[in-house]
């Protein structure tokens, strides 16, 4: 289907919630830090890809997962944000393109999200009950079939009320990015059910089993006193809860906010608290290649061997210059005794 549909945004529908932040400001909030998490994407998908151990690794499996779903909504859905920053409400496409920008942005996006409360399922049973996953048939059913469910659910669910809604095609813009929404989250039932289920549920499963994460892995090397086994879990533990920290910055508000609208408390503040804290929720996506760059020990040891052999190169290339003189010197002293 090609044909154009009737867009509305905030101000058409006499929307006053508007962010207090100007659209050239936002243009930049999200410019550079795209810009930047698309190159640190690119650098840690290489090293967990190409490196045998990180991708073998099985808490590494859904970080790469991850990590390519920010990069596809970091080379689609944002610049079509800044591009909307750009010319806004003058900006008219198809109903194709639509529905192409509103699958993309929702399937990346509600992904990343549920995806990442899997990670944290997920790792409680590598840390403590890694018994599970020691022959093939169980990894297939602890790790991967879970994995691969969870993928085909989000696809199937946005490629049904996404490409093929059963309402009527008027969608609204994001007022604060402007992807445009949805009609089938308007009613009432799939509003309730894809807020619940891909808001309220992973986010809160993120933060409790984050929080039990850090008490048990605590408690294990202190009660128990296993500093053997300490030292193994440690990168999947920092790996974790570093990145639970970012979706608890800039997650928690935007949940919090949107449980209130939930409950009916959609006040001025409210609505006004809501919009700005769904604009900074975004850069999850963009900070969460440095927090899986900055938690990996193996990458950052590969950093800073680039750093040192440039500056080992350095100091060798200025050696024969310094080192020279003096030899020179001592077979000026040399020579002259040799004829005596």
């Known amino acids: 289907m090609t044909s154009s549909y009737s867009i509305l945004n905030e101000k058409d529908l006499g929307n006053p919630y508007e962010l207090r932040i100007s659209v050239y400001t936002?243009?930049?909030?999200?410019?550079?830090?795209?810009?930047?998490?698309?190159?640190?994407?690119?650098?840690?998908?290489?090293?967990?890809?190409?490196?045998?151990?990180?991708?073998?690794?099985?808490?590494n499996h859904i970080i790469i997962v991850l990590l390519f779903i920010g990069l596809i909504y970091e080379?689609?859905?944002?610049?079509?944000?800044?591009?909307?920053?750009?010319?806004?409400?003058?900006?008219?496409?198809?109903?194709?393109?639509?529905?192409?920008?509103?699958?993309?942005?929702?399937?990346?996006?509600?992904?990343?999200i549920v995806g990442f409360a899997y990670a944290s399922i997920e790792r409680h049973i590598l840390i403590f009950h890694n018994n599970w996953v020691s022959t093939k048939k169980r990894r297939f059913w602890v790790h991967y079939f879970p994995l691969t469910s969870v993928l085909i659910y989000k696809i199937v669910y946005y490629v049904w009320i996404i490409l093929f809604p059963f309402c009527e095609e008027v969608i609204r813009q994001s007022p604060f990015n402007g992807v445009p929404m949805s009609c089938v989250l308007g009613v009432p039932f799939f509003y309730k059910y894809n807020t619940i289920s891909?808001?309220?549920?992973?986010?809160g499963l993120i933060i409790i089993l984050n929080i039990a994460l850090f008490l048990r892995v605590i408690w294990q090397k202190t009660r128990m006193n296993r500093s053997v086994e300490w030292r193994k879990q440690r990168k999947m533990t920092t790996q974790l809860l570093s990145a639970s920290i970012l979706y608890f910055i800039f997650m928690g508000p935007r949940t919090l906010f949107q449980f209130c609208r939930f409950l009916g408390l959609e006040t001025n503040d409210i609505l006004v608290l809501y919009y700005h804290s769904a604009f900074f929720a975004n850069y999850i996506m963009f900070l969460f290649p440095f927090?899986?760059?900055?938690?990996?020990?193996?990458?950052?040891?590969?950093?800073?061997?680039?750093f040192f052999c440039r500056k080992q190169r350095q100091i060798i290339a200025h050696l024969p210059l310094s080192a020279n003189a003096p030899i020179q010197k001592r077979t000026n002293q040399i020579v002259p005794t040799a004829h005596l």
Not at 78 to 107: C, E, I, R, S
Not at 296 to 305: A, F, L, N, R, Y
């Open 26 to 59: 936002r243009f930049w909030l999200y410019l550079i830090p795209n810009i930047c998490s698309v190159f640190c994407s690119f650098f840690v998908l290489y090293h967990f890809l190409f490196d045998r151990t990180l991708r073998q690794a099985l808490n």
């Open 75 to 112: 080379i689609t859905s944002v610049p079509l944000m800044l591009y909307w920053y750009q010319v806004g409400t003058a900006w008219k496409f198809t109903l194709t393109f639509a529905h192409f920008w509103t699958f993309v942005d929702y399937l990346c996006y509600s992904t990343q």
């Open 198 to 203: 891909h808001q309220f549920v992973p986010v």
């Open 291 to 306: 927090v899986c760059c900055g938690s990996i020990p193996e990458v950052g040891k590969k950093i800073k061997k680039i």
